[in-house]
Every structure is written in structure tokens, then in C-alpha cells.
Nanobody
Framework: QVQLEESGGDSVQAGGSLRLSCKVSSKYEPGCVGWFRQAAGKEREAIAA????????TYPDSVKGRFSISRDNSKSTVYLQLNSLKPEDTAMYYCATIISVRGGRNLCSEPIQSSTYQYWGRGTQVTVSS
């Protein structure tokens, strides 16, 4: 049984910040946890990914410098820090995970490939107004 629960989405003004949380419940060690977003009328976009075991991260160039992914393994939670938010950041933000019974290795990829993530949360809405 694998469950992911996002929280922290809100409505903020341009330039503001938010920290999103994703609590991952799984009997197996996650090989990767990623954050994605989908704006109305647009395709899903990868934001960041992290291998929780050692904290190794990867980002697309489009968000590097404004967004940051981290984890607190004691809480089984992955965070996404959103800074300098812009109206175009308005979207539903999802977390997802890659889990393998093998465990013990980083399953994140560069670039981040959404098709490799088996389990997804329901999302949390971020709305940025100007």
C-alpha cells in the first residue's frame, strides 16, 4: 500500500513563497520522490525530484534557483519550497514516487520522467495573483 498526501497549497501574491509538503506512506523505501505541476490548459510539467535516502536532487533548468526540494526522513515527508512566485506558477502541484521492492538505489532520472512514477497524490492548488 502506497499513499501520498500533499498539503501547503494556497493563494498568494506574486513574489510570495510557499512550502508544499508531501507525506509518503510506503512499506518500501522510495527510490525517488518527485514534484510536478499542471496548469489549466497545459501539460504536466516536472518541477523537482529527490532520492530521500541521501537527499540527492535534480531540477529542470526552468525552475532551478527559485524552487527547492528537500526531505525530512524522520517524518517521511518531502518538501517543495516555492520562492519568488509568479502568476505563471499557478497550477495544481502533485507529488509522486517511484518504489521498487529492490530498494537501496536512486531511481530518479535526468531529465525527470513522469511516466516512471507509479504512485501519485491528489494534488494541492497553488494560485499566484498579480
Amino acid at each position: 500500500q502506497v499513499q501520498l498526501e500533499e498539503s501547503g497549497g494556497d493563494s498568494v501574491q506574486a513574489g510570495g513563497s510557499l512550502r508544499l509538503s508531501c507525506k509518503v506512506s510506503s512499506k518500501y523505501e522510495p527510490g525517488c520522490v518527485g514534484w510536478f505541476r499542471q496548469a489549466a490548459g497545459k501539460e504536466r510539467e516536472a518541477i523537482a525530484a529527490i532520492y530521500p535516502t541521501d537527499g540527492n536532487t535534480t531540477y529542470p533548468d526552468s525552475v532551478k534557483g527559485r524552487f527547492s526540494i528537500s526531505r525530512d526522513n524522520s517524518k517521511s515527508t518531502v518538501y517543495l519550497q516555492l520562492n519568488s512566485l509568479k502568476p505563471e506558477d499557478t497550477a495544481m502541484y502533485y507529488c509522486a514516487t517511484i518504489i521498487s521492492v529492490r530498494g537501496g538505489r536512486n531511481l530518479c532520472s535526468e531529465p525527470i520522467q513522469s511516466s516512471t512514477y507509479q504512485y501519485w497524490g491528489r494534488g494541492t492548488q497553488v494560485t499566484v495573483s498579480s
